[in-house]
């Protein structure tokens, strides 16, 4: 049996946000991986009085095992890759994938109503996830985000696997992260007591909260 760190996804935001020693200063952008990081990272965005916007990053997952992720698709369109799964997989499959990857961030950026001058405009953007098992579509985000050239990246995410952390922090500016599992459970839900899927409709409340 797995103990469980969180509750929920609201939780893990409110243990996120209360981790943080010295709050930073600046112009704050909260980035919640959309759907699940989305609802995690809104109370990280509330305690440190900035806005909240929504990065869909879309996972491309193994075609014999669909919820282990060997690519994941940014709304720029470059597409990250784990090429040990992938050099195994019809690039073909894999370009449709991705035209189904965004077009699906397409939608998502129009329900959601995004605008990107925001982050433009940011000093420190923070990027939040409601946890990391590859971490493929995280590094997908950090490479996105630093698109926007902000003078600095922070990641805070509730639990992931030891040594991801290891390398995510060579990386970025700094990252929190409130359990770092030597031995990972393989599936993020196991760290929490109640995790279902997000919803668009969640989210958008979460963004319009």
């Given at each position: 049996m797995f103990r469980v760190y969180f509750s929920d996804r609201n939780n893990a935001g409110y243990l996120l946000a209360h981790a943080w020693r010295k709050p930073p200063v600046g112009r704050i952008v909260v980035c919640g991986?959309?759907?699940?990081?989305?609802?995690?990272?809104?109370?990280?965005?509330?305690?440190?009085?900035?806005?909240?916007?929504?990065?869909?990053?879309?996972?491309?997952?193994?075609?014999?095992?669909?919820?282990?992720?060997?690519?994941?698709?940014?709304?720029?369109?470059?597409?990250?890759?784990?090429?040990?799964?992938?050099?195994?997989?019809?690039?073909?499959?894999?370009?449709?994938?991705?035209?189904?990857?965004?077009?699906?961030?397409?939608?998502?950026?129009?329900?959601?109503?995004?605008?990107?001058?925001?982050?433009?405009?940011?000093?420190?953007?923070?990027?939040?996830?409601?946890?990391?098992?590859?971490?493929?579509t995280l590094l997908a985000a950090v490479r996105y985000i630093r698109s926007f050239s902000p003078e600095k990246i922070f990641v805070a995410v509730p639990v992931a696997p030891a040594d991801f952390i290891d390398r995510l922090s060579k990386l970025v500016d700094k990252v929190i992260c409130l359990e770092k599992a030597v031995v990972f459970s393989g599936s993020v839900g196991s760290y929490y007591a109640s995790f279902p899927q997000v919803t668009d409709a969640r989210v958008i409340s979460a963004l319009s909260s």
């Open positions: 991986l959309a759907r699940g990081g989305v609802i995690v990272a809104s109370p990280l965005a509330k305690s440190l009085h900035a806005p909240l916007f929504p990065v869909s990053v879309k996972k491309i997952g193994h075609p014999g095992n669909p919820e282990y992720a060997v690519a994941a698709v940014t709304p720029d369109g470059f597409m990250f890759e784990n090429q040990v799964e992938t050099s195994q997989i019809s690039r073909e499959w894999l370009h449709n994938q991705r035209k189904l990857a965004l077009a699906e961030i397409s939608r998502r950026e129009k329900l959601y109503q995004t605008d990107k001058s925001v982050l433009l405009n940011a000093s420190l953007i923070v990027i939040v996830d409601d946890g990391v098992a590859t971490g493929l």
